[in-house]
């Protein structure tokens, strides 16, 4: 079991950037394959981006070339930067820890953070 605490949610106008951080305990980010997951109101939790302990990442479509996610051992961190930022990215963002990368489906990850909002908004 590992606590994950997201942080660098804020608001931002559409076409900004910006890297959200996951934060883990001294000695375990390394262990752990990560994913970053958002729920938008009235709408399930889906699927961000997985990083491997590699820091090979993998993405949905509809991030794919505009996120971008990596990870820092050394920090026990995990970094989500985002670009080109849309209305529809709007939602609360969460990572967790997983058995594997590749996969994102809410119900194969079992240690999840709190949670930082990010409202893209003119």
């Known amino acids: 079991q590992v606590q994950l605490v997201e942080s660098g949610g804020t608001l931002v106008q559409p076409g900004d950037s910006l890297t959200l951080a996951c934060e883990a305990p001294k000695g375990t980010a390394s262990t752990y394959v990560i994913a970053w997951f958002r729920q938008a109101p009235g709408r399930e939790r889906e699927g961000v981006s997985s990083?491997?302990?590699?820091?090979?990442?993998y993405y949905r479509d509809y991030v794919k070339g505009r996120f971008f996610a990596s990870r820092d051992n050394a920090r026990n961190t995990v970094f989500l930067q985002m670009t080109s930022l849309k209305p529809g990215d709007t939602a609360v963002y969460y990572c967790a820890a997983g058995p594997a990368c590749g996969v994102l489906n809410t119900d194969e990850y079992y240690d999840w953070g709190q949670g930082t909002q990010v409202t893209v908004s003119s």
């Open positions: 990083v491997c302990l590699g820091g090979t990442a």
